[in-house]
């Protein structure tokens, strides 16, 4: 067992100056994912910096409908919200969607959005791992197994998919993540936090070592309460998904007046699916439609040897995800 310290910090300000005087500390919030990272020996923090005592742990409503969330929030907690459940379904049924009960408990929203990828490569200290160790290789692209992986964005460096079921929701939401962090408070989209692994595949997002997310927000969005999320996997709980989609639809007159979708297990970040939410826009709601328009969406998919059946499986949960909520009240 390597050493490392611990050290309980008092505030933001105090645990963001001990990460950038301290080179290799890590955050600890629920530790669900950095403390079976630690046992596998993927990380090896020279410190623990624990942030659970800081105040982040409220649901605030903003004016215009939209909601801040603190970055301490535990999943049970945001899944259990009123406000999250009739205002935001979707993020509520993406958080019921991930792990166990028991891991729900201490998950935090934070943390959710910063665990690092499953790829049994990742974790295998053994296989080559780009993500890992960056110019060893990738196993998965090497001969490997990669059911899976990734069928958009990935790159000739590393096809892992990013496991967050909370980010592929809070990425259809135009959510937006406050950090603190060395030269203070700043606000990044959800859509750029996370990095392209093609040039870089070791960095997951565009956060530095010392910076700390304190808060997520969830601008006004009348719409979503019309809105679904959608997980297929191998079984029915505390299973990472082969194919998932957050969606959001409102129809008026028979046509799709607004609607939002994104995709999770599909690729290394949560995936916007922008190509088929402006083939739809102003369409029939109809199933034509939708197929047609996440035909657009899948067409410069790669599938490797083991997960040709991507494609058509996202095809299908999106259609499936939309016909669902234009039966549901709101919908038309």
Partial sequence: MRQFSYVAAADAGSAVDLMTRTPGARYLAGGTNLVDLIREGVEQPVMLVDVTSLPLTGIEELTGGGLRIGALVRNSDLAASPLVRTRFPVVAQAVLAGASAQIRNMATTGGNLLQRTRCGYFYDLAAACNKREPGTGCAALGGGFNRMHAVLGASDSCIAVHPSDLAVALAALDAVVEVAGPDGARRITLADLYRSPADAPDRETVLQPADLITAVEIPGLPEAANSQYRKVRDRASYAFALVSVAAVLRVEDGQVACVRLALGGVAPRPWRAHLTERELLGRPATEDSF??????????????????????????????????????????
């Fill in 291 to 332: 197929r047609a328009a996440a035909e657009a969406e899948l067409a410069p998919a790669t599938p490797r040897e083991h997960n040709a059946f991507k494609p058509e499986l996202a095809r299908r949960t999106i259609v499936a995800a939309l016909r669902r909520l234009t039966t549901q009240t709101g919908a038309s």
